[in-house]
Each structure stands twice: as C-alpha cells, then as structure tokens.
C-alpha cells in the first residue's frame, strides 16, 4: 500500500471562533506545511465541550493533537485529557498559547506531582499558580525567542533565534521553571529577559508547545519550521500505524 496518498489526520483541540485570529491562520499553516512536504494532511476542528469520558476513543482516529490558542476553553478537562492521550500515547503533540499553558498544567499534576495545579486566569486568588500573569502583557505583540542549545526547536529553524507573535497575558510562573531543568519536559525557547517560551518533552516522537503562535507566519504567506516538522511527524505517525 502506499501509505503517501492516504491522508494523516490533525485534531485541533480548542473552540473554533473564526474571529480569533489563530484560528484563521491554522489552516493556512498546516495547508502551507502539507503542501511543501507534498503530504496529504486532514484536520478537524475539536470543540473541548465534545471531549468527555474517554478522551483516547474520541482521539484515536487522529494522527496528531494540535491544542490550539483561544482559552480559557469550554471544557478545560477534555483540553488536559487530550494532551494526556498526545503524552501517554507517542502522539504528535503540538500546543500553541493556550496550548502551551494547558500543556505544562497537564504536566505539572500528572509529572511533577502538584496537586491540582492553578491557571491565574480561571483561578486569580491561587496562592502559587502554575500558569500566572504575564509581567508585562503580550496582546498582538512580537518578540525574539532565542533557542536552547541542543533543542529540537534549534534544529527546526537553523538559527539561533526568531521573532514571532503572541496574543496572551499568561505564562508559565517562574517559580515553576526550575522544574524544568532535571526533564524530561525542559526549556527550548525563552525570550531576551530569560523567561521560557517553548518546552519540548524529551523521549517523545514530538511534544512541542510554545507561548507564541508560529502560524501566524503563514497570514503573510510563509511556511513555518515549526508547522513543517509537526505536519512531518504526524505523517511519519500515520504511516506507522498504518503498517
């Protein structure tokens, strides 16, 4: 069989709104990342309210788990569960701004063992949330991340750094950074001031997630690395269970 003409299959985990501006640009991504590398991509949109019960059996037709921006979600425990299913099961994972925050929460309480870690924005009285106020709000702002040496994300772009979008005010407080330098979930990106950016967890397939939104790239017509080497994971996942 020839496994290159059957598409793999993306879901998209988040609330679709095609007022976000995210929202938009995803498929113009993943339409530029699939286009390049010549593989034939599907993706669908997850609305978190449908993720109940058994995440893994409402997932298990997709080659991919994007957790998308746009939060707080509807069902912040079927966005959590969704990530589980990427970790636990070698899925491709990619989480961009909310993606990015849900994803270190889903870590924190089954990895790191903190009881029912706190996201600020649905939590503000939280003694010690994980996921807490930007110092300084990144609404429609850009701003250079600069990659870890050794990282997946260096590899991916060729450079030491980038520049790339944001639309959010909260991130990983950094009293909980200091979790991320024993892994396997560690740093791949900060910003000039040293706060992290992008996490990528070692020994998995992929298991990316960054604060920024990387498919804003393709609102200008640009194909990103980042989208590229998901898209690319993803068909090298479905080609495998396919066999």
Do not use: K
């Not at 990103?224 to 068909?235: E, G, N, Q, S």
């Amino acid at each position: 069989m020839d496994t290159s003409r059957l598409p793999a299959r993306i879901a998209l985990i988040g609330d679709h709104d095609p007022a976000v501006v995210a929202h938009r640009a995803i498929p113009l991504a993943l339409g530029l990342a699939a286009g390049a590398s010549g593989h034939q991509v599907d993706w669908a949109w997850v609305h978190t309210s449908t993720l109940v019960g058994d995440a893994t059996a409402h997932l298990e037709m997709f080659d991919g788990i994007w957790c998308v921006p746009a939060s707080p979600y509807a069902n912040a425990d079927g966005a959590l569960e969704a990530i589980r299913v990427a970790r636990e099961h070698n899925v491709p994972f990619l989480g961009t701004c909310g993606g990015f925050q849900h994803a270190l929460l889903e870590y924190a309480g089954a990895m790191w063992g903190v009881p029912a870690p706190a996201h600020a924005e649905l939590e503000p009285s939280a003694a010690d949330p994980v996921i807490a106020p930007l110092t300084c709000a990144l609404v429609e702002q850009a701003g250079t991340v600069r990659f870890e040496p050794g990282s997946r994300l260096l590899a991916m772009y060729g450079s030491d750094d980038a520049v790339e979008g944001y639309h959010c005010r909260y991130g990983l407080n950094p009293a909980s950074a200091a979790r991320l330098a024993s892994g396997p979930l560690r740093v791949a990106a900060r910003d000039l001031a040293g706060d992290v950016r992008a996490v990528e967890l070692d020994g998995h397939p992929f298991f990316i997630a960054a604060l920024y939104q990387p498919e804003r790239s393709a609102l200008a017509g640009r194909r990103h690395p980042l989208i590229t080497a998901f898209v690319d994971a993803v068909r090298a996942h479905a080609a495998t269970r396919l066999r």
